[in-house]
């Protein structure tokens, strides 16, 4: 899951073998603007259902290919950037990536001009 395009690809719905079949990420972009694949990807997260039928969560859930940090229940306003800068995890890919977006957006010096 080090590749981008790995974590992008782990959002897509698995229909073959039916062993392993998952549903597709199920957020809506227009209800959850900021938890498309491609930004939580970014962010370093790729789609880690849980196989836990009851958990009401298990479907959004997501796991940081660095540092493990797993996240679900996801809320419309949540921004994944934000919300891996957030957690006590100690992880290279929050410190390097996710700070400089989350300054970006702030409008801080990582703010590209």
Known sequence: MQCLDARIASFAAITRPKR???IA???DAKTYPHLTPNALAMAG???FPSADAD???ADDTCKCFLCEL???GWDTDDNPFVEHVKRDSECAWKEIVCRLEVDRM???PG???
């Open 25 to 27: 990420f199920p957020l």
């Open 106 to 108: 702030q409008g801080g």
């Open 111 to 113: 703010r590209m001009r």
């Open 20 to 22: 392993s079949a998952k």
């Open 45 to 47: 997260f790729y789609h």
């Open 55 to 57: 958990d009401p969560d």
């Open 70 to 72: 797993v996240l679900g």
